[in-house]
Each structure stands twice: as C-alpha cells, then as structure tokens.
C-alpha cells in the first residue's frame, strides 16, 4: 500500500494517545486504543474530537496535511521510529523537524506540536497504521553518466 489511511485515526481530548473509531453514535463515537486495545465511548459535547487526515501543519507558503508530513518522516526514517525521543530538547525537536519539513512555520508550529507529532507518528508506526512506500535513493553507479 503506497498511502496511509487516517480517516478513521483520531484524538480525543482528555485520552492520551490515538484512537481507531469503531463505529459513530448520535451523541460521539466508539473508538479502540492503539496502544492498549481499550474500547472508548466519547460524547461530543464534553469531548472535542480529531480526525488525523483533517490535522494540517503550518508553513509558511501553505499547510501541509499531517499524513504527508508523516509520509516525509517516514522517507527520512527509512520506515523506522523517529530518531529523537519525543522527551527531546525543543531544541532537538526543532532541529529533527526542520529535516523532515524545512518550511515549517516556527512561529505557529510549537515544540509541544512536533512532540505530539513524533509521538503519534511512533504510535502509528507500531501499530502498522502507517504502511508507505520507501522511495528507493539511486546509488552513484546508477546514474547516468553526463
């Protein structure tokens, strides 16, 4: 499979982590826990409630839908965890998301936001969510002589 399907990963507020949405109710939805299989009943009125596919990130020309930053994380990982620790510095942070998206806007994308987005891409990761294809880099004798 060459994309990843986020329509039915969400975020619920209060729950920490990712949920796969089971099934919609009138009043919220049923979800599973991507990280313990718990079942959860949300309500819309107290519990606000995410789409991953409808999360964006600011650049500074436009904004990016949060599966192609994903997808760009998952290139520059090789199809491995990401290589800082979501605990990192900010600085850290920072610096690993200027590799994955040099045209961030950091001044409307927060530590706390690429924390977040490194540690969901690790859950996604782990739970096989994520299912990219690795663009494979041309090796030197590959090319064409000029």
Known sequence: M?????????????????FRMISQTRTGVIAVSLSDQK????NNIRQQINLLS??????????IP????????YQLEKGKQARVKP??????????FFKVFQDYDEDRVYGSDIKKIIQWYNLLLDSNELKFDLIKE?????????
């Open 39 to 42: 079942k959860v009943v949300t």
């Open 66 to 73: 949060l599966s192609e930053i994903f997808k760009l994380m």
């Open 2 to 18: 060459s994309e990843s399907n986020l329509d039915k990963i969400l975020t619920i507020s209060g729950k920490p982590g990712l």
């Open 54 to 63: 409808e999360i964006r990130v600011f650049g500074l020309k436009d904004e």
């Open 87 to 96: 605990k990192a510095s900010i600085d850290e942070l920072e610096s690993y």
């Open 138 to 146: 041309k090796k030197l004798s590959d090319r064409e002589e000029v």
